[in-house]
């Protein structure tokens, strides 16, 4: 059974950093993203920043230049470092991956993985 758990959330100062983890176990398949994701109360999902295998990434416009997100060589170990912490950063962050699991005929069959989360909360 595949799980990704996630790991470093937690209570820290306005300007302040932490690091997200997420590590995959299980029969996953071939990664082909990962992706960080963040939820507040009331509000939709929304993606934080995600990395494709060969190395391409995304981010936010709300995080670019704060966050940097990163993997190990298998994309089973997710990173976000999130530097300069605001207060609008607190929500809970989910990781994510997608992996191809099969193929039918020539076209790969992918699924998507999800956290359970962790909570950030920036506050002084």
């Known amino acids: 059974q595949v799980q990704l758990v996630e790991s470093g959330g937690g209570l820290v100062q306005p300007g302040g950093s932490l690091r997200l983890s997420c590590a995959a176990s299980g029969s996953i398949g071939v990664i082909k993203s990962r992706r960080w994701y963040r939820q507040t109360p009331g509000k939709q999902r929304e993606l934080v920043a995600q990395?494709?295998?060969?190395?391409?990434?995304v981010y936010a416009d709300s995080v670019k230049g704060r966050f940097s997100i990163s993997t190990d060589n298998a994309m089973n170990t997710v990173y976000l470092q999130m530097n300069n912490l605001k207060p609008e950063d607190t929500a809970v962050y989910y990781c994510?991956?997608?992996?191809?699991?099969?193929?039918?005929?020539?076209?790969?069959?992918?699924?998507?993985?999800w956290g359970k989360g962790t909570l950030v909360t920036v506050s002084s």
């Open positions: 994510a991956a997608t992996a191809i699991i099969g193929y039918n005929g020539l076209s790969p069959s992918d699924m998507n993985y």
């Open positions: 990395i494709a295998r060969g190395g391409s990434t």
